[in-house]
């Protein structure tokens, strides 16, 4: 009987749906860089997009429940054979997937045509199915161990579920926008807990002795039980000071965690170093939500959460999607100066916009965010197309 190792390279299909990551983050580094050129005209009324959605409900959606979604599948559906020894879901089911994603992006993007409970409808499919899935294939592997990653995509779904009651109930979409925000800090946290010190210490140990990351522990645990609260927390009393001291301690907590993947060893390898960066903003998110809390005057709210979006969501997104794509496209694990242009643009993006919030000025900070964003992402399809769309040399 043929591995799974031969089974994936006797594929004989589109290159493109040979595995999840090749549409899914060729796709959502496309649908970031779209959805940025169209938010400032939108944003300054200069352009209406035919959705039910109001402007900043719009860019929200298209990026937490769009975007991320996009890039969580391609990153699931290729870590879960590797977790389970199962093959990969490739050809028709790929595609199938993959239009189910378009036709949420579609379905959002015209529900004032179409209508928003039909475009609600659509879009919730997606992460509904992908769930479906990716339990059926850790379960068939035996791998129940993974099942966490369920959890959290379950917080994911429920938050687009809310985001859709609310806008249906015209009560706006802020719980639904916090929901999604929290679940995407807490996969980052679990994934990333995962491979920022792995990948750290397979490259250390190839270099001068020193010190290696800490692997996962029951500190890490403990980290993002005292995180999930915090969060839990916030979703409910965004604006309470339990919320601000909690998300002190939260912060504190992880800046103690990354510091334990020796990060500071990583600098000659942007690949490895971006990882670290991006976990970074997690803890500067939890300080900078505290602070918006008790000097509300000093930093816009949105300002605090663009440290998670624009930068732990964004950042470590670009870093998982390179790396991933690299490694199995068959290139060296190193960074050009291409992905480190990327890196540092998508850096920028976030550095400027948490700027912004702190009201320094801000209208030239709004657009070199955006432009930076765009920069980015666009980039990475620019750059990461041939590998994601040829098969393997």
Known sequence: MATTAEQVRSYRGPAILSFGFRPFFLSAAIWAALVMVLWLPVLAGQLVLPTALGPIEWHAHALLYGFVPAAVAGFLLTAVPNWTGRLPVTGKPLLALFLLWLAGRIAV????????????????????TLAAVV?????????????KVLIVLGVLFLGNVTFHAE????????????????????????????I?????????????????????SRFDAAVMAFSGAALALWIVLPEADATAVLAVFAGLLNVVRLGRWAGERTTAEQLVLVLHVAYA????????LATSIWAPDVLLPSGALHAWTAGAMGLMIMAVMTRASLGHT?????ATRGTTAIYIATFIAALARIVAGFGVAREPML????TAWVVGFAGFAVIYAPLLTRPRG
């Open 135 to 147: 339990a059926r294939e850790i379960i068939a592997g035996k791998s129940t161990r993974n099942l």
């Open 367 to 370: 657009h070199l965010s955006a």
């Open 109 to 128: 993007f015209t529900s004032g045509w179409i209508g928003a409970p039909l475009a609600a409808v659509i879009d919730l499919s997606f992460l509904a």
């Open 196 to 216: 920022i010190p792995s990948f750290t210490r397979n490259w250390l140990v190839r270099r001068s002795p020193g010190r290696l990351p800490v692997p996962f």
């Open 330 to 334: 068959g290139q060296p694990l190193t």
């Open 167 to 194: 806008i249906l109930l015209g009560l706006g979409a802020e719980y639904g926008i916090r929901a999604g925000i929290a679940a995407i800090i807490l996969l980052i946290m679990l994934i990333g807990g995962r």
């Open 281 to 288: 903003f997690i803890p500067l998110g939890f300080l900078l």
